[in-house]
């Protein structure tokens, strides 16, 4: 079964960094772009980054609202993707999803079930 | 960025109707489309991409249509499971967006 696993959620101060991962199972995850998403308190969707696959060079991309404070990483060998989040404000309150990409334009098929982040003094 | 419209915002029907949500973008996507279900407290669900084509195991009730600007997602048949929130979104560049979505609500 294909799944994906979000952690390392939860309360942080506001400047302070917290690194998510998103642990894939089921399927060979080095052949995969992810990509982040979050949403914040009664609020829609928000793409927040992507990593594409080693053969694409592993880049990345991302939204205005994180970059320079959010960088997406991957290890393969251990199937799992971070977004390593510094600077936080509470704007970035959210629950932050991954999703596996396919296509040669990437659209999302597998989503995780969610880590929630709370930035609050 | 690419701006994507949805409407309605809200829309209540019966079990057993059919309906359609309609998503506009602020530029040409081709067919670079996709369409989510989120249910409350529950991660979004993927359900058709490419504008048309269902994901794996999603039932044949729901369908998409369009190109360019304009697409619609159609549900048949209603069935208490398939009232949430709909979204759709274009991953035809970055940044990735989404529409505000359309909250399904039983008559």
């Known amino acids: 079964e294909v799944q994906l696993v979000e952690s390392g959620g939860g309360l942080v101060q506001p400047g302070r960094s917290l690194r998510l991962s998103c642990t894939a199972s089921g399927f060979t995850f080095g052949d995969y772009a992810m990509s982040w998403f979050r949403q914040a308190p009664g609020k829609g969707l928000e793409w927040v980054g992507v990593?594409?696959?080693?053969?694409?060079?592993?880049?990345?991309e991302y939204a205005a609202s994180v970059k320079g404070r959010f960088t997406i990483s991957r290890d393969d060998s251990k199937s799992i993707a971070y977004l390593q989040m510094n600077s936080l404000k509470s704007e970035d309150t959210a629950v932050y999803y991954c999703?596996?990409?396919?296509?040669?334009?990437?659209?999302?098929?597998?989503w995780g079930k969610g880590t929630t982040v709370t930035v609050s003094s | 960025d690419i701006q994507m419209t949805q409407s309605p915002s809200s829309l209540s029907a019966s079990v057993g109707d059919r309906v359609s949500i309609t998503c506009r973008a602020s530029?040409?996507?081709?067919?670079?489309l996709a369409w989510f279900q989120q249910k409350p407290g529950k991660a979004p669900k993927s359900l058709i991409y490419a504008a048309s084509s269902l994901q794996s195991g999603v039932p044949s009730k729901f369908s998409g249509s369009g190109s360019g600007t304009d697409f619609t997602l159609t549900i048949s048949s209603l069935q208490p499971e398939d009232f949430a929130t709909y979204y759709c979104q274009q991953y035809n560049s970055y940044p990735r967006t989404f529409g505000q979505g359309t909250r399904l609500e039983i008559k």
């Open positions: 530029q040409g996507i081709s067919n670079n």
């Open positions: 990593i594409r696959s080693k053969a694409h060079g592993a880049t990345t």
């Open positions: 999703t596996r990409d396919r296509g040669s334009y990437c659209y999302m098929d597998v």
